[in-house]
């Protein structure tokens, strides 16, 4: 089966540093990744994907991720966090099917 | 365009009646996910759907679960008879089936809590 696993339970910054939630992956055959954001009291939020192609990819809010084939990992990024950034975050894989395997999630912490 | 609508959002009840949660996938979506979500397990992917026609269900956790997809537009999960283990949040996720690199949309949930 499909897997990733996100490594930190927790990730703290200050405002307009930069911002990086961890995720690995274990697949057999080419990934299907994806990461989402969940605030406080709603649904997890689509943020952005990676199917194939070019290994750094944009999503919503100013996120970006890179894919690396040869550490497996699709690492979350944004160049100056924001308060507003605070939530969890879920790294996710397509399973068979078109199940999503997530991860356990990461919370992001973001101090004024 | 409207996203997943579930409902109620908050649900208190007793141990030992009958819950009923309800999820309206967004239109044109033939895939429906049920998730639960709790701070001891995660998010657990309970059954899904494809075409009205449940796929998956190995996620039940007991026979006091059943899902059903009477049409495209409308699902529920019903808990038959509710336990306080049962208190979680449960979502609801549609997608479209295309080369499987769609992503899911969730709604915002349903707050189940049995006392």
């Known amino acids: 089966a499909q897997s990733v696993a996100q490594p930190e339970d927790q990730v703290n910054v200050a405002e307009g540093n930069p911002l990086t939630v961890k995720c690995t992956y274990s697949v057999s055959g080419n990934p299907y990744l994806f990461w989402y954001v969940q605030y406080p009291n709603r649904g997890l939020q689509f943020l952005l994907k990676?199917?194939?192609?070019?290994?750094l990819v944009k999503g919503s809010y100013g996120f970006e991720a890179e894919f690396n084939k040869s550490q497996t990992s699709f690492h979350l990024k944004k160049p100056s966090a924001l308060v507003s950034d605070s939530a969890l975050y879920f790294c996710a894989v397509r399973d068979y099917d078109y199940k999503l395997s997530f991860g356990a999630g990461t919370t992001v912490t973001v101090r004024a | 365009d409207a996203g997943v609508i579930q409902s109620p959002r908050h649900e208190v009840t007793e141990m030992g009646q009958e819950v009923t949660l309800r999820c309206k996938p967004i239109?044109?979506?033939?895939?429906l996910f049920w998730y639960r979500q709790t701070m001891m397990r995660g998010l657990e992917l309970l059954i899904y759907?494809?075409?009205?026609?449940?796929?998956?269900d190995s996620g039940m956790p007991e026979d006091r679960f059943s899902a059903k997809m009477p049409n495209a537009s409308f699902s529920t999960l019903k808990i038959q008879p509710s336990e306080p283990r049962d208190s979680a949040v449960y979502f609801c996720a549609s997608s479209y089936s295309t080369g499987g690199n769609q992503p899911q949309h969730f709604g915002d949930g349903t707050r189940l809590s049995i006392l």
């Open positions: 239109s044109g979506h033939d895939y």
């Open positions: 759907f494809n075409n009205n026609v449940p796929i998956d």
């Open positions: 990676y199917i194939t192609g070019d290994n």
